[in-house]
């Protein structure tokens, strides 16, 4: 399978963020006022529209490229940015290709990443704005102060956003245990799990550009991100109306919901497959247990699973016998003290924390 146009954009964006060596060339290109075409690669469909300049295969050096840019001509690297291939070249695309740029230097960029799929950057001589092209895609680079402050502010909203992540999932622990869930509480918690991710996608594509920079950034992106995708994925496997039907498929409907789709309650019910009519919303489900397995110390998911298929749900889970859970395959007297005790301290906690 072919990569998606966001896997290669990705991709190219962390060859340019700062700390990479094209990074430190664009910058020198920049504050030796001069303008440059960085086509980053070589492949048969870029080869046509090379016309003149000189070819070479010199070591890749920010130095170098910096050098070579006071020609004014473009200079192609190859395609992991080791080797400078060309030098001064006059790129010809095809000038019936659409452009909605109005400069020389970013129509010629434009219309060369669109004929031959390769990602070409476009420095400004007169703005000194980074331009990074990719088919039909354009990415101006920004400042990484301004990155910097963009991304805190984001990283501010995650952390405001994972507390209510964590009450909701909380409060839903407790209503497990007491077997007083209703849809609607499942249904907020993986709301508010998808709008976590949401955020983080963001701050993780100020985290790929800023590079060295955003060390810290990324650091407490982390942390905060932690257990938020098992947190999604367990909910849905507790209560996906039937578990024929494919998890992958349920989470990527999730991906696929915009903005409005996801505050409609209704909308993630469907997607776990519930037909909603109604006051349905309210009517009592019951949890298959995998989401507090989960919580008990050192348990793997393939005794987790095995215990899920056994008992069908975390209230018969929760009244087994020592007995009872040492019948599972691999999970033996031990074990089964460890998940009895496990599952009473998470009972526990949770009671507690609800309602104290």
């Known amino acids: 399978m072919s990569p998606t146009v966001d896997e290669r954009l990705r991709a190219v964006l962390h060859r340019l963020a700062p700390g990479t060596a094209l990074r430190e060339g664009i910058d020198r290109v920049i504050k030796a006022g001069k303008g440059a075409i960085i086509v980053l690669g070589a492949s048969e469909s870029v080869q046509p529209l090379l016309s003149g300049g000189f070819k070479m295969e010199t070591k890749f050096t920010a130095q170098r490229l ?67 092209y990719l088919d039909d895609h354009k990415h101006v680079f920004e400042e990484p102060s301004s990155l910097l402050f963009r991304g805190n502010q984001a990283l501010s909203t995650l952390e ?62 982390n942390e905060l991100m932690a257990r938020v995708d098992d947190e999604r994925r367990l909910v849905v496997r507790d209560y996906i109306v039937d578990r024929r039907y ?28 519930y037909d909603l009519n109604g006051d349905e919303m309210d009517h009592a489900v019951a949890p298959r247990g995998y989401r507090l397995l989960s919580r ?21 889970l929760m009244e087994a016998s020592l007995d009872d859970l040492d019948e599972v395959e691999g999970v033996g007297a031990t074990r089964a003290r460890a998940i009895k005790e496990g599952l009473a301290r998470l009972a526990e906690s949770s009671i507690l924390e609800r309602y104290a």
Do not use: C, W
């Open 296 to 316: 008990v110390p050192r348990l793997p998911e393939s005794i987790v699973d095995k215990l899920v298929l056994r008992f069908k749900s975390l209230q018969r």
């Open 66 to 132: 910096s050098e070579l840019a006071k020609m004014d001509g473009a200079i192609v690297v190859d395609d992991d940015v080791e080797y400078i291939l060309h030098a001064n070249v006059h790129l010809v695309p095809d000038p019936s290709i659409a452009t909605s740029e109005t400069g020389t230097r970013h129509r010629t960029a434009e219309r060369t990443a669109k004929q031959t799929g390769v990602p070409v950057v476009s420095v400004s001589e007169s703005m000194q704005i980074v331009s990074l």
């Open 246 to 273: 494919k998890l992958d498929k349920a989470l990527a409907g999730l991906d696929d919901l915009d903005a409005q789709e996801l505050l409609d309650l209704s909308i993630l019910g469907e997607l776990l497959g």
């Open 160 to 221: 405001k956003y994972r507390v209510r992540l964590d009450e909701v999932s909380a409060s839903l622990s407790a209503l497990e245990i007491e077997n007083v869930v209703t849809l609607r509480d499942v249904l907020v918690v993986l709301q508010r799990a998808e709008m976590v991710r949401r955020i983080s996608d963001e701050i993780g594509a100020y985290v790929l550009e800023l590079g060295t920079d955003g060390r810290l950034l990324q650091l407490q992106h």
